[in-house]
Antibody, heavy 125, light 105 residues
């Protein structure tokens, strides 16, 4: 069965960087987009960006351009999201999420079928 | 950017009630819309995709409709496990609605 297992909670100081991992299993890692979504305490869901694990190509939400970097290591089926120049309002649970459709389905719409368990990142001085 | 607006922001209902949640897009998005359910402390769960397709394993009391700019999620007969927060999402630009909290009356 598909599983996305994320790294553990992090506490960072303002101005630092954080790197969250998402290890995939149960499917062909290079066959589906991986997205990153965050949720601040008591708030809604916010899409951050996506990575094509096959090519390494990325698309980022404008809000995070210049501060976020998404990468992957296909040898260990793991995606990474690094956020730099952290601020207190970056305190949130960060999720990875995999598409419903694979790259060969012909569908262009993307729906988030599988989710990691979430990683709490706390930014505090 | 396409904005997604849900209404109401919260709703109180009883077990057995029929509940409808609305999502409006700031411009036409065809049928490229998903609905997710999220319970406290848990990751979201995909319920409906392509506006009206029921994700595998989701109870048939959940249904979605709409196209263009106006969409609805309907729960035909509320069960205790349905009390949660629901989000719509545009499936191209990935913008989420602000969420609708469904509470027990």
């Amino acid at each position: 069965q598909v599983q996305l297992v994320q790294s553990g909670a992090e506490v960072k100081k303002p101005g630092a960087s954080v790197k969250v991992s998402c290890k995939a299993s149960g499917y062909t890692f290079t066959g589906y987009y991986m997205h990153w979504v965050r949720q601040a305490p008591g708030q809604g869901l916010e899409w951050m960006g996506r990575i094509n694990p096959n090519s390494g190509g990325t698309n980022y939400a404008q809000k995070f351009q210049g501060r976020v970097t998404m990468t992957r290591d296909t040898s260990i089926s793991t995606a990474y999201m690094e956020l730099s120049r952290l601020r207190s309002d970056d305190t949130a649970v960060y999720y990875c999420a995999r598409d419903l459709y694979d790259f060969w389905s012909g569908y262009t719409a993307e729906y988030f079928q599988h989710w990691g368990q979430g990683t709490l990142v706390t930014v505090s001085s | 950017d396409i904005q997604m607006t849900q209404s109401p922001s919260s709703v109180s209902a009883s077990v057995g009630d029929r509940v409808t949640i609305t999502c409006r897009a700031s411009q036409g998005i065809s049928s490229w819309l998903a609905w997710y359910q999220q319970k406290p402390g848990k990751a979201p769960k995909l319920l409906i995709y392509a506006a009206s397709s029921l994700q595998s394993g989701v109870p048939s009391r959940f249904s979605g409709s709409g196209s263009g700019t106006d969409f609805t999620l309907t729960i035909s007969s509320l069960q205790p496990e349905d009390f949660a927060t629901y989000y719509c999402q545009q499936a191209n630009s990935f913008t989420f609605g602000q969420g609708t909290r469904l509470e027990i009356k």
